[in-house]
């Protein structure tokens, strides 16, 4: 367990900004996929905190009974601690434009919610990282706008976009060691709702994709 000492550290605070592109897939009450939406780009932000499975640092200090436990199973104690998750409130605008016979609309909304993922960090060398992570999110809209030509309508009232939007996925990361506590990280992240069709009822789901900036700060 003394070989993972330096890199297995318990909570972090982790701050990001980015972008997101997001795909509209529309499936019309009849069951077709419409094509005439075009991703949109908007904002991203959140805030939150990542936490160690078994942080090996504190065991090492430790003559609990956890602490003699990990220490006659360096194995699993090295394993544990390469898992990690962690969980962020965030704010996201999921936009899109597109045109139908030449009529132009945009689709223009702000969501807050909060994620949580679990996966794998795995230590490479020279302070660099990378991980990989599952994700669940769940999204309610503050704000929205649909323009059609000179028309505006309030999405907060669209029975497809004001329900808490449930989302999976995935997200890749790869990290830098800048300091004794502080980290900088690029990550990138798909997340996809998933609304059944139903016979008769038009289907919105919302695909984003995301590249964010970071930094993260040891507890």
């Known amino acids: 367990m003394i070989g993972i000492v330096g890199q297995s550290h318990g909570q972090q605070y982790k701050l990001s900004v980015g972008s997101?592109?997001?795909e509209f897939n529309y499936i019309n009450s009849e069951g077709k996929a419409l094509d005439f939406m075009k991703p949109g780009s908007g904002n991203r932000f959140s805030i939150g905190s990542e936490f160690r499975l078994l942080d090996t640092t504190k065991l090492v200090s430790s003559t609990s009974e956890r602490a003699?436990?990990?220490s006659s199973r360096p194995r699993l104690a090295k394993l544990l601690s390469l898992l990690k998750y962690d969980v962020s409130l965030e704010?996201?605008?999921?936009?899109?434009?597109?045109?139908?016979?030449n009529i132009a609309f945009s689709y223009?909304?702000?969501?807050?919610?909060?994620?949580?993922?679990?996966?794998?960090?795995?230590?490479?060398?020279?302070?660099?990282?990378?991980?990989?992570q599952g994700r669940l999110a769940g999204q309610k809209i503050?704000?929205?706008?649909?323009?059609?030509?000179?028309?505006?309508?309030?999405?907060?009232?669209?029975?497809?976009?004001?329900?808490i939007q449930f989302m999976y996925g995935y997200s890749g990361e790869i990290q830098k060691r800048l300091g004794d506590k502080l980290d900088a990280f690029l990550s990138?992240?798909?997340?996809?709702?998933?609304?059944?069709?139903?016979?008769?009822?038009?289907?919105l789901n919302l695909v984003p994709t995301t590249i964010s900036f970071g930094i993260k700060i040891l507890k």
């Open 68 to 70: 003699i436990y990990f």
């Open 20 to 22: 997101n592109i997001t």
């Open 142 to 163: 503050i704000q929205g706008n649909q323009q059609i030509g000179q028309k505006f309508y309030d999405l907060t009232l669209d029975e497809q976009f004001k329900p």
């Open 108 to 132: 223009q909304t702000s969501y807050l919610g909060a994620s949580a993922g679990f996966g794998v960090h795995i230590p490479i060398r020279y302070g660099i990282a990378i991980s990989l």
């Open 188 to 203: 990138y992240q798909y997340l996809t709702t998933q609304h059944g069709q139903q016979a008769g009822v038009a289907t």
């Open 91 to 101: 704010s996201n605008q999921y936009n899109a434009v597109g045109d139908v016979q």
